[in-house]
């Protein structure tokens, strides 16, 4: 697939497209230059050196004007993207975005209009393991700009250490915040990464600094040769290591919890959106898991499990709903099941309901509409959705939240299975949580 990268030079536009690169091509670079400082949407300090970086790369770089109002900037975007799809026949979008929803909820709206796809490759990740591999990677990041409390004038142009991760997470668990910057507390500029041919040296540059906001603006820098040793783990051979990790880990998985991935390719980019955030939040729960492509699911594999949990989709990925007789033992578990999403449609479909367009995308106020061993008692909550399709009430089911001709929320009121349609994994963990902690007799 060719796809677009959002580009703004900083680490995680440039990680996201070291993953996008792993798996599909990367016609083109989009960089939206800015001149509006405070920007909602955009990366702005040395915005407009991503020239050279692209040059490094050897990615063709499409730099797109807004003067950065907010929502009107969205109109630039989605004019940037569409220059994109029409100069590069690009069919899908590559965002850097963690745990942003305002971000990332914007741009899957647009892609889901200009019917691209859309690929988060670093949503929910842990942001200090992040910054670790970003270092054991060979990345080189330098920070430039901070915007809050208590970061200090120290903090511009200096290099990600693991020492300055360290320090990083003390100030997470003291002032709360995003250690990887997400929150609006600093940016970055990449100077080397396993994409660059050649590497990029800083000649002239300078510092603003005043009420903890700060820049370090780059005036003049060159490419030049890396070093003898500056090499980096060949991608096929980090993926043969990943596989042979993969393959050790599930050579026992007894009692460990199986996340079904619906999508439509196994190990596909939108793996790591929609199944690696559910993995590592039940992973800090203390819980096992492994991975399972729904084509893949076996007996065995089934029996083995102590819960299923089957994780969502892209929006523009219905394969799932083509292949429905590879789920058709949902129907028969009795073990702790939860569709999250695409597999809450799954699961209404096996049993009889149907699956009809829905689209919401972004935070959602809910309706706990009954009592239920999975959501708790009836009142209001607010969950991450991202999806086009919902599905009606099963026959057999209790409904919890949204209505029986589209669901929020249901449950089988004798067999452990539950369905929902928004993703607890980005918002209310508490639901995992409570997931794995249900008590059930086979």
């Known amino acids: ?39 909602y949407m955009f990366h702005t300090p040395n915005i407009r050196r991503t020239d050279l970086q692209a040059e490094a790369m050897g990615i063709p770089l499409l730099a797109w004007p807004t003067q950065g109002g907010k929502e009107d900037e969205l109109d630039d975007l989605t004019l940037a993207i569409s220059a994109a799809r029409d100069r590069y026949a690009i069919e899908g979008i590559v965002t850097g975005a963690i745990d942003s929803v305002y971000q990332a909820a914007r741009v899957q709206k647009i892609c889901r209009d200009l019917d691209l796809w859309c690929y988060c490759p670093l949503w929910q990740t842990n942001q200090l393991d992040y910054l670790r591999l970003l270092l054991k990677e060979g990345f080189c990041v330098i920070i430039s700009g901070v915007y809050a409390y208590p970061f200090g004038a120290e903090w511009l142009g200096a290099s990600l250490t693991i020492e300055r991760i360290d320090r990083l997470a003390v100030l997470q668990k003291k002032y709360k ?24 040296e800083i000649l002239k540059s300078s510092t603003s600094y005043a009420n903890y906001r700060g820049h370090f603006v780059i005036e003049d820098m060159r490419l030049v040769d890396k070093s003898i040793g500056d090499e980096f783990l060949d991608t096929d051979e980090e993926n043969a290591c990943n596989d042979d990790l993969a393959d050790e880990a599930c050579q026992s998985h007894d009692n460990a919890i199986l996340l079904v991935d619906l999508c439509s390719v196994p190990d596909s980019l939108s793996h790591y959106e929609f199944v690696h955030p559910i993995r590592d939040a039940l992973n ?11 084509s893949q699911v076996t007996k065995e594999a089934l029996d083995a499990c102590e819960r299923i949990i089957l994780c969502g989709t892209a929006l523009k990925d219905n394969d799932y709903a083509e292949h429905l007789e590879a789920l058709s033992w949902i129907k028969c578990q009795k073990k702790p099941l939860l569709g999250i999403c695409a597999g809450m449609q799954v699961i209404a479909a096996v049993y ?38 919902s599905a009606t009430l099963p026959d057999g089911f209790e409904l919890i939240s949204g209505k029986a001709s589209a669901a929020d929320a249901f449950f089988h009121p004798v067999r452990p299975t539950f369905g929902i349609v928004f993703h607890p994994e980005v918002r209310c963990r508490w639901i995992l949580e409570r997931f794995v902690s249900l008590t059930y007799s086979c």
């Open 1 to 39: 697939m060719k796809l677009a990268v959002l580009f703004s030079g900083g680490k995680d536009s440039v990680f996201a497209c070291r993953r996008a690169s792993e798996r599909d091509q990367v016609a083109c670079l989009i960089t939206m230059v800015s001149t509006n400082p405070d920007s």
């Open 177 to 200: 915040i995003n250690p990887s910057g997400e929150g609006g507390e600093m940016e970055t500029f990449v100077l080397d990464s396993p994409l660059f041919k050649k590497r990029i």
């Open 284 to 294: 800090e729960l203390g819980r096992r898991t492994y991975v399972l492509h729904y």
């Open 352 to 389: 009889g309901g149907s699956i009809l367009p829905h689209p919401q995308i972004g935070l959602v106020k809910m309706e706990i509409l009954r009592d239920s061993p999975l959501l708790g008692e009836p009142r209001f909550i607010e969950g991450y959705h991202l999806h086009n399709y």
